[in-house]
């Protein structure tokens, strides 16, 4: 089986199920290796803009989409709260011409927060994951590149180093470029689920402009975090909750 990325639901509140052919794991992982890394620079130093406001995923993707987030979260163990972002965050990148992924956008979501749940927390009813996911301070050690404090300590509470911020984990000068308001509250909070996983979408969607095959998968996966563990986590859960989704 292979690894599925673009199981989720369309406007219309149908699943869609596709995949990375025969590959399977394995095979994603071996690409993984041998993919040259792509030059990134400047990428990030693209003008912001402002989204237009977007549903939040407060209520389902579309009309008719409760029973399959129900099922959904009960078989992938994801919660539902946090399920429902994911969705309505790939469903806002496919109608923009991106094809994510909702499992994708999850399978981030568990390596870098097990979905808000790090440190005792949980995603409330309003999206928000509290106590806020606060990550180390970016100082050059415990294998973390130096970045010094970029956001004043707005976001991470730190005035001396940047440190990840939210479900997503997201550096705070990455967030202030690419940061997604999707409440049109003129607020993009990374401590809102439903924000950052339209942010994840909208970052990974800037390197092709879909992920719609192997290599603009990897390419895409690796932009979030290069290294060949972290990538590999992500293509074994995102074919995890593809199955499970899918009933397999």
Same mark, same amino acid.
């Given at each position: $089986?292979? /690894?599925?990325?673009?199981?989720? /639901?369309?406007?219309?509140?149908?699943?869609? *199920?596709?995949? #990375?052919?025969?590959?399977?794991?394995?095979?994603?992982?071996? =690409?993984?290796?041998?993919?040259?890394? &792509?030059?990134?620079?400047? #990428?990030?130093? *693209? +003008?912001?803009?402002? &989204?237009?406001?977007?549903?939040? !995923?407060?209520?389902?993707?579309?009309?008719?989409?409760?029973?399959? =987030?129900?099922?959904?979260?009960?078989?992938?163990?994801?919660?539902?709260?946090? =399920?429902?972002?994911?969705?309505?965050?790939?469903?806002?990148?496919? +109608?923009?011409?991106?094809?994510?992924?909702?499992?994708?956008? !999850?399978?981030?979501?568990? /390596?870098?927060?097990?979905?808000?749940?790090?440190?005792?927390?949980? #995603?409330?009813?309003?999206?928000?994951?509290? &106590?806020?996911?606060?990550?180390?301070?970016?100082?050059?050690?415990?294998?973390? $590149?130096?970045?010094?404090?970029?956001?004043?300590?707005?976001?991470?509470?730190?005035?001396? %180093?940047?440190?990840?911020?939210?479900? $997503?984990?997201?550096? &705070?000068?990455?967030?202030?470029?690419?940061?997604?308001?999707?409440?049109?509250?003129? /607020?993009?909070?990374?401590?809102?689920? @439903? @924000?950052?996983?339209?942010?994840? !979408?909208? %970052? =990974?969607?800037?390197?092709?402009?879909?992920?719609?095959? @192997?290599?603009?998968?990897?390419?895409?996966?690796?932009?979030?975090?290069?290294? *060949?563990? %972290?990538?590999?986590?992500?293509?074994?859960?995102?074919?995890?909750?593809?199955?499970?989704?899918?009933?397999?």
């Amino acid at each position: $089986m292979g /690894v599925k990325k673009t199981i989720g /639901v369309t406007a219309a509140g149908v699943a869609v *199920l596709g995949g #990375i052919g025969a590959l399977g794991v394995g095979g994603v992982v071996w =690409l993984i290796s041998s993919i040259e890394t &792509p030059d990134f620079t400047g #990428i990030d130093a *693209l +003008a912001p803009y402002t &989204p237009e406001p977007i549903e939040t !995923a407060a209520t389902p993707a579309a009309a008719g989409d409760d029973a399959w =987030l129900e099922v959904t979260a009960e078989t992938t163990g994801i919660p539902r709260r946090a =399920l429902s972002a994911y969705v309505a965050a790939a469903n806002r990148a496919s +109608a923009d011409g991106c094809e994510v992924g909702w499992n994708t956008l !999850a399978a981030i979501g568990w /390596v870098e927060s097990h979905h808000g749940t790090l440190q005792g927390g949980s #995603i409330d009813a309003d999206g928000v994951a509290r &106590p806020q996911i606060i990550g180390i301070p970016l100082d050059g050690t415990n294998n973390t $590149m130096e970045i010094l404090d970029t956001d004043g300590g707005s976001f991470d509470g730190d005035t001396v %180093y940047d440190r990840a911020v939210g479900p $997503m984990q997201f550096i &705070p000068e990455t967030w202030r470029i690419w940061g997604v308001d999707t409440s049109g509250d003129g /607020v993009a909070d990374p401590h809102n689920i @439903d @924000d950052a996983a339209a942010t994840t !979408a909208r %970052y =990974l969607c800037r390197i092709d402009g879909t992920l719609a095959s @192997d290599e603009t998968w990897i390419r895409a996966v690796r932009s979030y975090n290069d290294t *060949l563990d %972290y990538q590999t986590q992500v293509a074994t859960r995102a074919a995890k909750y593809a199955n499970a989704a899918a009933g397999e």
